[in-house]
């Protein structure tokens, strides 16, 4: 079953499944920043455009561009921001 979500007054959106027992989301991140908290890892891939994300125990943003992949531990969290709309794939490990 599909499940939509949508955060940030509309601003990240995304559309969750579950494939072969395992959780992942695919959305879209429009322009700006925001956090997100984690219960499980994660592992992101940016599909198209270009994410920067802060991770854990890091001091700064890191880009992010198209076909790259950034990991994040559970029961933690992590900022992005955008500067046009980019779109993602959100595999919980």
Known sequence: MLEHNSYFEGK????????N?????VGVVDAGEYHF???APERMTVL???LQ?????EAGFRAFPAGTVFEVPGKSG??????A???YLCEFL
Do not use: H, I, M, N
């Open 21 to 25: 027992g395992r959780r992942a989301t």
């Open 78 to 83: 992590f900022d992005v921001k955008a500067a």
């Open 37 to 39: 908290g984690t219960d």
């Open 85 to 87: 709309p980019a779109a």
């Open 53 to 57: 994300a802060r991770l854990p125990g």
């Open 12 to 19: 990240v959106q995304s559309v969750g499944y579950q494939r």
């Open 48 to 50: 198209s455009g270009e």
